[in-house]
């Protein structure tokens, strides 16, 4: 039996979305029944239009797409402008002000505080661009991510760039497929360093190359069942076949035909793809796969090149990149120059000063990254030294510190109706704080900390050295914010998952537990080793000992139950719902 959502599916779902909320748009938000509005905000994700949490009732987030973050300067403009005029909310953020954007895990951007009103209009402007925001959200395939340097950087093995836009146009822009059972996630990297992180992924492919008819070929190896979120997750499992870029495309979109038909639809705590996975094992999948969506013969896995992969894999800097912040040479002599943003938000100002760089300095080609980080493609080697001098690289710098390089966050109590705590504005404070009162070894370059506000991990808590996840805690008789601290995890050759080492630590004590944690991390590693290798010596059940919640003099102003609150940062009540003029609605 399906559950409510899918019937809500049934009854609309896919690209004639578009034209209900364009309607309601034109009516205003009290033209949406109250009693149909669980239904139309389900329906409306596809189209990336997400209405925000209780007490921000008129507001939406909206997120876009681009393939394997992959932007020109004008659409990056484009959507600063966007963000300039449109995002816009009540009450100023404390940290970020108004009007800003988010880069996200999946290499795109997502805005906020926008009036539904002004959805059409939005639109309008970023579509003139080729900026588009379908399939963004919802039970779809989201975004399709890769490696974000793809054809421009020496590490590649294998070209991806056709088949990721192919999947765009083709795969994710049929409208058959619209209505999976729930969201999917696909990757593609023909890159040695796994930064498109298969491992993580619900069908992804990973460069390898095989022997066939007497000559070795290149290609990829495809994982299925990967993912994090809900405390179950699962790496995602060979499938043990291996294809070559001509029938890349064909293997995915059997993959997906395949969860589309057979997925589970009456369980929506069970039916994401690696649970699908879990039930019918890559045994039974691959022959399904064979026998009824793929006319060619499946080839069994080659050989994979995963033992080079560097990418948020815990090795040293020497071994290979951990990310794209920085500046790498490309084979054209060329160089790109990755920028760090901490937690992934950039005012719009700075967006629109970002677009101008590229052009001023490169191609005018952006790239972003699975770590909520953008790109400046195609520096010339003698444009570089005065990039660099540029303002805005004062403030996103690709030389940050160890912990704003590792750091990132997802949207938090803010924005988000099942985050338990605020998350950007406390990590970006307790970033501030380590930076000021813990020491690092010079040869460490990062130390990655994932904030998520929940355990639907969109933060990615368990691919990182030390992972945090939002909870509640009793503190002083009250309840307040807390965080779970897990250590350990990381992608790479051997991917792993956090261990949890402590729990419900009240928000104003995880500064101090981490201190312990980076403390002893110095005075116990061999030199040159990475906090990953270190704890893999150390043993996670020394770490729990070490692992103290502590009061320090840090002070973090938001221990207070954000949820219980319209929003974080406000003491005042709230203005929603209002006009598209924020005018209040009456509640007559």
């Known amino acids: 039996m399906s559950n409510k959502k899918e019937t809500w599916k049934e009854g609309m779902y896919g690209d004639e979305v578009r034209e209900k909320i364009i309607e309601f748009a034109e009516k205003g938000w009290e033209s949406i029944p109250e009693e149909e509005r669980d239904m139309w905000f389900s329906r409306f994700k596809f189209w990336g239009v997400f209405h925000q949490r209780d007490g921000q009732e008129s507001y939406f987030m909206m997120r876009l797409t ?99 836009e192919r999947l765009q146009e083709d795969l994710r822009g049929d409208d058959e497929l619209a209505n999976m059972p729930r969201k999917f996630n696909i990757s593609v990297t023909g890159c040695r360093e796994g930064c498109a992180q298969d491992s993580i992924n619900g069908i992804g492919l990973e460069p390898a190359e095989k022997e066939l008819d007497g000559d070795v070929v290149t290609g990829f190896n495809v994982r299925v069942g990967g993912g994090t979120g809900s405390r179950e997750p699962r790496r995602a499992r060979s499938l043990d076949v291996f294809v070559t870029p001509e029938n890349a495309y064909d293997v995915v979109r059997g993959f997906v035909e395949l969860y589309h038909d057979h997925g589970r639809r009456d369980n929506r705590q069970k039916n ?90 490169g191609s005018g080609e952006l790239r972003l990254t699975r770590r909520q980080n953008p790109i400046i493609m195609d520096v010339d080697e003698s444009a570089v030294d005065a990039l660099l001098e540029e303002p805005l690289l004062d403030t996103h710098t690709p030389e940050p510190s160890v912990f704003e390089r590792g750091s990132m966050a997802c949207t938090g109590t803010e924005f988000c109706g099942i985050a338990l705590t605020e998350t950007k504005v406390r990590l970006t404070r307790m970033l501030r704080w380590l930076n000021a009162n813990v020491d690092v070894p010079d040869d460490v370059d990062t130390i990655k900390i994932h904030y998520s506000g929940c355990t639907a991990d969109c933060g990615q808590a368990y691919t990182a050295d030390i992972g945090l996840q939002g909870m509640r805690a009793q503190k002083d008789g009250e309840i307040v914010e807390a965080l779970d601290i897990g250590v350990g995890g990381g992608m790479g050759p051997n991917p792993e998952f956090v261990e949890w080492v402590s729990q419900r630590v009240p928000a104003d004590e995880v500064p101090g537990a981490i201190q312990s944690l980076v403390g002893a991390f110095a005075a116990h590693r061999e030199e040159g080793q990475t906090f990953r290798e270190w704890l893999e010596d150390f043993g996670i059940e020394s770490v729990v000992d070490i692992c103290e919640p502590t009061e320090t003099d840090y002070e973090d102003p938001y221990m207070h139950d954000a949820k219980q609150s319209w929003y974080p940062f406000s003491t005042e009540e709230s203005p929603a719902p209002t006009t598209v003029d924020d005018v209040p609605i009456s509640s007559d």
Request: glycine share 8%.
């Open 272 to 361: 994401r793809s690696r649970f699908f996975v879990d039930d019918h094992g890559t045994d039974e999948i691959r022959e399904l796969l064979q026998e009824e969506y793929v006319d060619f013969e499946l080839h069994r896995a080659g050989r994979d090149f995963r033992d080079e992969y560097t990418y948020n894999a815990g090795k040293p800097p020497e071994a290979g990149k951990t990310d794209h912040v920085g500046v790498h040479e490309q084979p054209s002599g060329d160089y790109y120059v990755g920028l760090n943003v901490p937690v992934g938000r950039m005012t719009a100002r700075e967006t629109i000063a970002l677009a101008d760089l590229a052009e001023a300095y």
């Open 66 to 164: 681009n393939v394997n973050g992959q932007m020109n300067a004008e659409q990056l403009r484009t959507i600063g402008e966007v963000a300039r005029e449109y995002a816009t909310g009540p009450v100023d953020n404390p940290e970020f002000g108004d009007a800003w954007i988010d880069f996200t895990t999946r290499q795109s951007i997502q805005l906020h505080w926008l009036k539904l009103e002004d959805i059409p209009a939005i639109w309008e402007k970023l579509e003139s661009v080729g900026v588009t925001s379908r399939s963004a959200g919802g039970d779809t395939m989201r975004n399709i991510v890769g490696c974000p340097v793809a054809g421009k950087d020496t590490a590649e093995l294998v070209e991806s760039q056709p088949i990721l």
